[in-house]
C-alpha cells in the first residue's frame, strides 16, 4: 500500500526556479568540497608553526598566519571540517530525538501528550547554557576515557562528539513541537484511519505512513537548525568551552580573532577570514531553507 | 479574563517550582562541588562542615527541600524560595551566594538586574520598532532592490555572532570616530553600543517574520474592504494591515524580553557591564547553586509574565481571538 505523499508536486523544480538557492547550494558545495578536500591538497598543515607570526595576507599565506605562525587559510579549512561537522551532526541528533519525541507525543495524544508538552515548556523555561555547561562537565572525561579505550588516535575528538552530544539535546525543543502539531493534524486523516483498519500496527503507522508526510516540514527545520548549532558552538568557544587549541572551528578562531582588535596594530584577517567563512556558511544555509520552505508550502504563489 | 490571570499566576508558581528543582538537582549532580573549585585548604571534613552551613548536606531531595522552603533547615527555620519564618533573611530568601560569601543572592540580584534590565530593554525597543519597521518596509515594496537588500542585511545579522559584531562596532564608533564611549556604565551614551549590539540579530529575525506576516495580510479580505471603502494607502496599512501583520512579532517578543533583560554574558564582557548574564554563567562554571537557582527564578518568572502580558496583548490587537 502506498503512502499518499503530502507534497506539493514540482517542489523540487520551484527550488531550482529561485536564483538565491542555487547561489546559496554553490556555495555550500564549495565550503564542503575545501573542508573534505582540504587534507589532501596541498595546503600548509594547519597545525604547522612556522616563524613568521601575525604576517599580513599575501601569495605564500592567502589568509596570512596567527600568533603561532599558522597559516590562517588552512586553519579556517579545518575550521569549517570541524564547524560543519558539528552543525550538521548536532542538528540531525536534535533530528532524532526532537522527531521521536514529537510523533510519539502526537500520536499517542490525550494525557500522555499533555504531559509530555508540559516537560518541554519546562525545559523551555530553563536558560539553556546551564544544560549545555553541567553535560559538558558531567560526559567529557568518562567519553575521553571510554574513547582512549577504544583507540588512543581519536581521543582529540572527543571534545567535538561531546559538543554534538550537547547542542542536539537542547536544540530539539522546537523541532519536537513542531512535528507534534503536524501530527496531530496528520492522524486525523483518512489514510491513517484506513491504515489502522487493516490491522497495521502503531509502530508501522508512525514510521511508514506518518514520518514520509513530515520530510518536508522537517527537512526545513533542520536546514534552520544547522546554522543555529554553529552559532551556538561559537558562543561556547567565546566562554572557552568549545574546541580546544590546536584544533580549530570557525567560533574558537573568531573568539581567537576578536582579541586582536585594536585601533593600535590590527591584525584584522585574523577576525575577518573566519567571519566571512562563518557568515557566508550560514547565510547560504539560511537562505536554501527559506527557499526549501517556500518551495514545499503549497500555498506558495508565482 | 480575570480567571485567565488567576490561573496563570498559579501556572507561574508551577513553572518556577518545576524549573528551580530541576536546576538545584541538576547543578548538584554535576561532578565538582562549590566548596572545592580552586580552594586548595579544603579537605573532606572541611567541605562536609560547609555542606551541614548553607544546606547543602543530606540527600539532593532534602537539599532542594529546604531550599525551596518547604521542609526545616538546619537552624530550625523554614526559609527559601517559597516561603521564609527566618528574621534574619527577607523573602523569597535566595540565600548567601557561595562563590562571593559576603554577599547574598538577593543582593547580587538588587545590584545587577536594573543593569540588565535597561540594556535588555533599550534593545527590545530598538529591536521591535527597527524590525517591524524594516519588515513592513520590504513587504510593501516586494521584489524590489529594497527588500532584497533588506532582506540580505537581515540574514547577514544573524550570521555573526554578537562577540564578532561587539568589538567591531567598538572599533569604528568609539575607536575610529570617537562618538561613543568604549564601554562602562554611565549615561546614556554608553548604552547604546551595547543595545544596539545585543539589538543586532533580532531586528533582523523580527524583520524577516514581520515580512512574512505582512504579506500574508495584505492578501486577505479586511485589507481589500478598507481599500474599497476609500481609505487611503497610509490608514490601511498602519491601522488596519500592521495590527494583525506584528501577532506573531508579538509572541516572538515574549520569550525574547524575559531572555534580553536578564542579561546577556557576551555584551557584559565585550563592554564591560556590571550585569547578571555574567554572574549567572559564573555561577554554573563554580557550582553556586544558590546564585544560580535566583537567577533562574527571576528569569522564569520574566518569561511568564512576558507570556502572559503577550496574551493579553493578543487580545487587544486582534479582536477575532478570545481568551477563555
Known amino acids: 500500500m502506498s503512502t499518499p ?54 601569495l605564500t599565506h592567502l589568509f596570512g598566519t596567527d600568533l603561532n605562525g599558522r597559516d590562517l587559510f588552512s586553519r579556517v ?35 500522555v501528550d499533555n504531559a509530555m508538552m508540559r516537560f518541554v515548556e519546562v525545559l523551555y523555561s530553563i536558560p539553556r547554557l546551564i544544560i549545555v555547561i553541567v553535560a559538558i562537565f558531567t560526559f567529557e572525561k568518562r567519553l575521553a576515557a571510554l574513547i582512549n579505550e577504544i583507540n588512543p588516535d581519536w581521543v582529540a575528538y ?85 574546541i580546544n587549541d590546536p584544533q580549530a572551528s570557525w567560533g574558537s578562531l573568531l573568539s581567537d580573532g576578536k582579541n586582536v582588535i585594536n585601533p593600535v596594530k590590527s591584525y584584522w584577517w585574523l577576525l575577518v577570514f573566519p567571519a566571512a567563512a562563518m557568515s557566508l556558511t550560514l547565510l547560504s544555509l539560511n537562505f536554501l531553507g527559506d527557499a526549501l520552505r517556500d518551495a514545499l508550502d503549497p500555498r506558495a504563489k508565482r | 479574563m480575570f480567571g485567565f490571570i488567576v490561573r496563570r499566576i498559579i501556572a507561574l508558581f508551577l513553572v518556577l517550582l518545576i ?76 540565600h548567601r551566594c557561595l562563590k562571593y560569601k559576603d554577599r547574598t543572592v538577593n ?36 521584489h524590489t532592490w529594497m527588500d532584497s537588500a533588506t532582506m540580505l542585511t537581515a540574514m547577514l545579522a544573524v550570521s555573526i555572532p554578537t562577540f564578532v559584531t561587539g568589538p567591531v562596532l567598538v572599533l569604528v564608533f568609539a575607536l575610529w570616530l570617537g562618538w561613543l564611549p568604549v564601554g562602562g556604565w554611565g549615561g546614556f551614551l554608553s548604552l547604546l553600543l551595547p543595545s544596539i549590539t545585543l539589538a543586532g540579530p533580532f531586528i533582523a529575525y523580527i524583520a524577516r517574520l514581520t515580512r512574512t506576516s505582512m504579506l500574508e495580510v ?44 536578564t542579561g546577556s554574558l557576551v555584551i557584559e564582557r565585550v563592554f564591560s557591564l556590571p550585569g547578571m548574564g555574567d554572574f549567572f554563567v559564573n555561577s554554573v562554571l563554580s557550582r553556586d547553586v544558590f546564585l544560580c537557582c535566583g537567577s533562574v527564578a527571576v528569569y522564569c518568572t520574566l518569561l511568564v509574565v512576558m507570556n502572559l502580558i503577550v496574551d493579553i496583548a493578543y487580545q487587544m490587537l486582534d479582536p477575532r481571538i478570545r481568551l477563555e
Open chain 1, 5 to 58: 505523499v503530502v507534497q506539493p508536486p514540482g517542489a523540487f523544480r520551484r527550488l531550482l526556479k529561485n536564483r538565491a538557492a542555487i547561489s546559496a547550494m554553490v556555495v555550500l558545495a564549495v565550503i564542503v568540497l575545501l573542508a573534505l578536500l582540504g587534507p589532501l591538497l596541498p595546503f600548509y598543515s594547519p597545525e604547522l608553526t612556522t616563524p613568521q607570526k601575525n604576517a599580513a595576507p599575501s
Open chain 2, 19 to 94: 524549573a528551580v528543582s530541576f536546576t538545584f538537582c541538576l547543578l548538584r549532580l554535576a561532578p565538582g562541588s562549590p566548596f572545592n573549585l580552586n580552594e586548595k585548604q579544603s579537605t573532606p571534613e572541611n567541605i562536609a562542615k560547609q555542606e551541614v552551613l548553607y544546606d547543602l548536606d543530606r540527600g539532593i531531595p532534602s537539599q532542594c527541600a529546604r531550599y525551596l522552603g518547604i521542609k526545616e533547615n538546619n537552624r530550625g527555620y523554614y526559609s527559601g524560595l517559597l516561603f521564609s519564618n527566618d528574621p534574619a533573611a527577607g523573602f523569597p530568601d535566595f
Open chain 1, 77 to 111: 579549512i579545518q575550521g569549517a571540517q570541524v564547524s560543519l561537522i558539528v552543525g550538521l551532526c548536532g542538528a540531525l541528533v536534535s533530528f532524532l530525538v526532537g522527531t521521536a519525541y514529537g510523533l510519539v507525543s502526537g500520536y499517542v495524544g490525550g494525557r
Open chain 1, 158 to 242: 572527543s571534545k567535538v562528539i561531546i559538543l554534538i552530544l550537547c547542542l542536539g539535546l537542547i536544540e530539539w525543543l522546537s523541532m519536537a513541537r513542531i512535528v507534534r502539531g503536524q501530527v496531530l493534524a496528520l492522524k486525523e486523516q483518512q489514510f491513517v484511519l484506513a491504515a489502522r483498519a487493516l490491522g497495521q500496527s502503531h509502530a508501522r503507522i508512525l514510521l511508514r505512513h506518518l514520518l514520509p508526510n513530515l520530510v518536508g516540514v522537517v527537512v526545513v527545520y533542520l536546514t534552520l537548525t544547522i546554522p543555529q548549532v554553529i552559532l551556538d558552538e561559537s558562543f561556547l568557544s567565546f566562554l572557552g568551552l568549545g
Open chain 2, 218 to 261: 495584505l492578501d486577505q479580505d479586511f485589507v481589500r474592504t478598507a481599500h474599497a471603502k476609500g481609505l487611503g494607502e497610509r490608514r490601511v496599512i498602519y491601522r488596519h494591515a500592521l495590527k494583525v501583520a506584528v501577532l506573531p512579532v508579538v509572541s516572538f517578543l515574549g520569550p525574547l524580553a524575559a531572555g534580553l533583560l
Open chain 2, 107 to 142: 543582593e547580587l540580584i538588587a545590584d545587577t538586574l536594573p543593569v540588565s534590565a535597561i540594556i535588555g530593554g533599550l534593545s527590545l525597543l530598538i529591536a521591535s520598532v527597527a524590525g517591524i519597521w524594516l519588515g513592513s518596509l520590504a513587504a510593501l515594496r516586494k
